[in-house]
């Protein structure tokens, strides 16, 4: 937990919106936005970020549409 504490939350968010902007690029082929969101989702959970924080970004993302 010490570990977690020392990990700068605008850092984190920031990899985290990094992340997600590529691999949103890597899935410009896909037409179905739910099969999008879910591939994004499934990625970002895989990289070990929390569920509650992807889907805020998702949802702020999509938003800025």
Do not use: C, P, W
Not at 36 to 51: P, T
Request: no cysteine; net charge positive; hydrophobic share 30%.
């Amino acid at each position: 937990t010490l570990a977690l504490k020392s990990i700068d939350e605008a850092d984190y968010n920031n990899k985290l919106e990094a992340l997600y902007n590529e691999k949103l690029k890597s899935l410009t082929g896909e037409k179905n936005q739910f099969v999008r969101k879910h591939k994004l989702q499934s990625y970002l959970l895989q990289k070990g970020y929390e569920a509650d924080l992807i889907m805020e970004l998702i949802h702020r993302k999509e938003k800025e549409q």
